[in-house]
């Protein structure tokens, strides 16, 4: 990449988050492999991010390459409307074996959020075929759920990057957080919250959506399973349809393959995404039970009325297929643990540094919650020098790294967050 074309993109090109005045500078990757991006200087640094929770195996896998070259032989991509092809039906095969029984057809679309506006619609549709003209969905606070508007409307609105628009969304129900930690004590008083505000509003709430155990984007924070099993009774005893949001946290990432197994507890609807194509493609899921889908399909409408051009792209299916393959030789779950193991041993003692609030460590994600705010641009400048990539928020440093990190690239990892909060400037 010329001087040129890194010009180009500063002036030309949007970036998540970003501003097209006064943008915040950009790494050139020109390849990846394994663990490591390689910059256009030539220098591998260590990836910490799995480019946002998606590239579980690694770069480059060789496995996830092969799928793709297989399929893009044969097809890459026709129109799902009036057409199906083997990878589309193979994956969806697959999801419905992975997930609970009660899950049983499939929706394909091309992002997390997408899934979600799916699901918010198959709630509407459900109570419309019902006769019930139900439109408020209940959350928590810290939520999110994804970027486009319905996602939007059930993110924490006051704690969330979507408070700008908050005049244009439609208006939502959110419960108090959970305050109990994840496999800390539960605190009885953590359902008070969700239990009036469902109790009072019950025939007019079409769904619950939720991220299970892992509040991302919302804080990183992990919360008590016991919470999810009380939301489940509540949903159960008012016939409230339970939706998890499993786009960050499904396919292994927290020691469960899916985060809601930590509580024991069945949704009636389920979000994929992410890590479902091993970070090559864009694909996510919404899956949901027999009922749900049979009763939408029996209104006057017949249909869910949502098709998206990219549906059931053969290639995404094909390689999200070959990535639960690799799953399911269980070598994740060593790997995980492993992660986890190096996590509570050398991340989580920086609780006692005198810049950080709190240390949480679950599966392969590892948080460190400072007192201050983080120049962003600033600190990624000092992790790219270091030769690792982290993308903290907020006061948030945080790791998700590809499960095949070896504990030596891990600890560098670990070393150079340590380092880092040792830097005054790095802070506001
Ligand atoms: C829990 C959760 N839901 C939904 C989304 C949105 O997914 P996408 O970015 O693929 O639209 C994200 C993305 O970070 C997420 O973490």
């Given at each position: ?11 030309h ?25 390689k ?12 480019s ?36 589309a ?11 609970p ?145 499993e ?62 051009t ?46 950080v ?5 679950l599966?392969a ?64």
């Amino acid at each position: 990449m010329s001087q040129s074309d890194i010009l180009f993109d500063y002036k030309h090109i949007w970036h998540p988050y970003s501003s097209i005045i006064n943008p915040l500078p950009c790494y050139s990757v020109i390849s990846a492999k394994g663990v490591y991006l390689k910059l256009q200087n030539g220098r591998n640094i260590i990836d910490g991010m799995s480019s946002w929770w998606s590239a579980i195996h690694g770069y480059n896998h060789p496995i996830l390459n092969k799928s793709l070259k297989k399929q893009i032989k044969k097809i890459s991509h026709v129109m799902f409307g009036g057409i199906t092809h083997p990878s589309a039906i193979l994956l969806c095969r697959k999801l419905i074996k992975l997930t609970p029984e009660k899950l049983d057809c499939v929706f394909l679309s091309d992002s997390g959020s997408v899934s979600i506006e799916v699901a918010i619609k198959m709630l509407m549709q459900y109570w419309k075929s019902l006769g019930q003209n139900r439109t408020k969905i209940l959350t928590i606070r810290n939520s999110y759920h994804g970027d486009t508007f319905a996602a939007m409307s059930i993110s924490d609105p006051e704690n969330s990057i979507h408070k700008i628009y908050k005049k244009f969304l439609p208006k939502n129900l959110f419960a108090n957080a959970p305050t109990s930690n994840f496999n800390q004590e539960w605190n009885a008083n953590d359902i008070i919250s969700f239990q009036t505000i469902i109790e009072k509003n019950q025939l007019h709430i079409a769904g619950v959506i939720l991220e299970p155990i892992v509040q991302g984007v919302g804080g990183m924070k992990f919360y008590h399973s016991i919470f999810l099993k009380k939301v489940e009774e509540l949903c159960k005893y008012y016939s409230i349809p339970l939706v998890f949001d499993e786009i960050a946290t499904g396919f292994g990432r927290t020691g469960k393959f899916f985060a809601f197994q930590h509580a024991n507890v069945i949704p009636d609807i389920l979000c994929l995404g992410k890590a479902m194509t091993g970070g090559t493609i864009t694909l996510a899921a919404t899956l949901t039970s027999r009922d749900i889908a049979q009763t939408i399909s029996r209104s006057n409408i017949g249909c869910l009325m949502h098709g998206p051009t990219y549906m059931g792209n053969p290639l995404a299916c094909s390689v999200a297929y070959a990535n639960i393959k690799i799953l399911e030789t269980n070598e994740w779950k060593k790997q995980v643990i492993n992660i986890e193991k190096e996590l509570l041993s050398r991340l989580f003692p920086l609780i006692e540094h005198p810049r950080v609030n709190d240390v949480r460590v679950l599966g392969a994600i590892g948080v460190v919650e400072c007192k201050q705010h983080i120049n962003l641009e600033l600190m990624q400048k000092f992790f790219v020098k270091h030769g690792v990539w982290i993308r903290p928020f907020k006061q948030l440093i945080y790791i998700v790294p590809p499960y095949i990190i070896s504990t030596k690239n891990l600890k560098k990892l670990i070393n150079v967050i340590q380092q880092s909060l040792n830097e005054n400037i790095l802070f506001f």
